[in-house]
């Protein structure tokens, strides 16, 4: 194991138990963090959702756990949480991995309208509810701050088993200025669905040397 820390950030209706088909490989590599985000798991309900609180608490974990930089991967509601971290505090993101996530550009999501379950869901609904509707009018400001994340960027496109619109994720990584996009088609659930080759695209991601490393290297 090398160290590095990674944060992995579950999306809407999980929590962190999603990850458990693939975090066992990544923590053989990895210190590794699976979080559940406010309102969902074992974390608390304290009634305020929004996704800039839910960016803040990845922080609040890295303080509380003494964590000066990570990498953070995150699935789909979860991806924009981790997306909106690696842009707000670029110098504590060391690498970016976007599963399936919706990328905030204004006008371009339409999710929902959500179907409460008739039996009582193991999160606090309004927690979705928030969500869901952050992401269909995000915050202009979060689509023009693509260009100041400096961690290199994996974003993982399910192809045509997914909702999401490909053409946004090849958009926003045109703004990100070190990102790349991979398919695997498998739909939006690629970590759980398609396991093998989520691992076989992430380590490797995980592990790489950016440029400006080498860049550093050569300078010394």
Do not use: C
Request: hydrophobic share 45%.
């Amino acid at each position: 194991m090398d160290g590095a820390v990674v944060v992995l950030v579950h999306g809407g209706g999980a929590d962190r138990s999603t990850w458990d088909g693939v975090a066992t490989a990544i923590a053989a590599r990895h210190r590794v963090f699976a979080v559940d985000v406010r309102g969902f798991g074992e974390s608390d309900r304290p009634g305020v959702y929004d996704l800039i609180a839910m960016r803040d608490d990845v922080f609040g974990l890295l303080d509380a756990a003494g964590v000066a930089r990570a990498a953070l991967v995150g699935h789909s509601s979860g991806g924009t949480v981790a997306l909106l971290a690696a842009a707000h505090r670029p110098e504590r993101v060391t690498r970016l991995v976007l599963e399936e996530a919706p990328m905030p550009k204004p006008g371009a999501l339409r999710l929902g309208p959500l179907r409460r379950p008739d039996a009582e869901p193991p999160y606090d609904w309004a927690a979705r509810e928030t969500v869901v509707a952050q992401l269909n009018a995000p915050d202009p400001g979060w689509w023009a701050a693509l260009p100041g994340i400096t961690a290199p960027t994996l974003i993982l496109d399910g192809g045509p088993g997914s909702h999401l619109d490909s053409a946004l994720a090849h958009e926003a990584a045109s703004l990100i200025p070190d990102a790349r996009v991979l398919r695997i088609p498998a739909g939006h659930h690629i970590h759980r669905d398609a396991p093998a080759a989520f691992t076989a695209a992430v380590l490797p991601f995980l592990s790489e040397r950016s440029a400006a490393v080498d860049r550093a290297i050569s300078q010394r």
